[in-house]
């Protein structure tokens, strides 16, 4: 299923500008059929260079995630022999709350009824949260337009993957490209349900600006930047905070978070075992909890900044 067109205003903007103008909306993403079954991969083309800055292009493909809300019959795989890819419809939902986020819908496709009526997609999911927020503003001003197919699966299945082509007018793609760099958004070359052949077919104009490796981006993670851990006194390092309080409260034993340090639990704070439950609470606070796990959330929630180090909360020496 191919992007439907544009609005009818005919220039494009900055992609990074105030997500309230309504200025910058762009015109004519083609209409076309769904794409054919796949070919080999073909030679990327190469886009004119007298291209109009508003002809529609087809920048990548992207893989991102579907959560299913309502399972319906139309996810439902019917072989296990393949994966089977479905077309679907997304739209953008602007947030109602000032500083909300926005979310993206996914329906089934428009259909009719034998004495030709028509009928409005079935909506059953949304866009993975993460994605929705970086691509619902360009969805919703028409910057961008997504040719969506979702991977089918078995019954109660709440996570499904969903693959999109993502179409932008030329004079926009270095913007585009940039934005969706900068937030993790990596656009690969058309790889199945879609394929090149197919594009070049429907004589659709092409150019992936990230310029994506053989295997695409995923066969070639970017190094990730690591920050490490320990705690004082200790030889041991470790990747995330958890495991660095992890191993404060495996060796401080019967120790509980109280105000700034670690100290022993005393009778006369109010805090032991009643009816064969153990009760802890912040000293300073007057929640009581049930748990250990509780008490340190409340506590991180109310330091934000603090990591249990040593027998104390400071921050973490990452050397």
């Known amino acids: 299923m191919a992007p439907a067109p544009l609005s009818d205003q005919h220039n494009y903007i900055d992609l990074t500008g105030d997500e309230d103008e309504d200025d910058g909306r762009v015109t004519d993403i083609t209409h076309s059929p769904s794409p054919s079954p796949p070919y080999a991969m073909q030679a990327v083309p190469q886009l004119i260079a007298n291209l109009s800055p508003k002809t529609p292009v087809c920048v990548g493909q992207l893989r991102v995630t579907a959560h299913v809300l309502s399972p319906i019959p139309y996810l439902l795989q019917t ?3 393949h994966d089977e890819w479905a077309p679907v419809r997304v739209h953008a939902h602007k947030p109602k709350k000032p500083g909300g986020a926005y979310i993206i819908s996914i329906k089934t496709p428009q259909s009719r009824t034998p004495h030709g009526e028509k ?11 993460k994605v929705a927020t970086d691509l619902g503003p360009l969805l919703g001003k028409d910057l961008i337009q997504l040719d969506v197919k979702i991977r089918k699966g078995p019954p109660n299945l709440r996570r499904l993957p969903l693959e999109m082509l993502v179409y932008t007018p030329k004079g926009n793609i270095v913007v585009l490209s940039n934005y969706l760099h900068q937030r993790g958004l ?13 594009l070049l077919d429907k004589n659709d104009h092409y150019h992936n600006p990230h310029k994506p490796p053989p295997g695409g981006h995923g066969a070639n993670p970017p190094t990730p930047i690591m920050k490490f851990y320990r705690v004082l006194g200790t030889p ?7 495991a660095a309080e992890r191993e404060l409260l495996s060796a401080a034993g019967s120790t509980l ?14 805090v032991g075992l009643v009816g064969g439950t153990m009760f802890y609470r912040v000293f300073g606070s007057p929640r009581v909890h049930t748990s250990r796990e509780a008490v340190i959330t409340e506590f991180k929630a109310s330091t934000k900044t603090g990591l249990l180090v040593g027998r104390s909360l400071a921050v973490v020496d990452e050397n």
């Not at 990596?186 to 197919?198: A, C, E, F, V």
């Open 79 to 81: 072989t296990t022999t």
């Open 119 to 129: 009928l409005p997609g079935e909506g059953f999911g949304v866009v993975e949260p």
């Open 186 to 198: 990596l656009l690969d070359h058309p790889t199945p349900p879609y394929d090149m052949q197919n």
């Open 236 to 242: 041991r390092v470790f990747v995330d905070r958890e």
């Open 257 to 270: 978070l109280v105000g700034n340090s670690l100290k022993e639990v005393e009778d006369d704070d109010k």
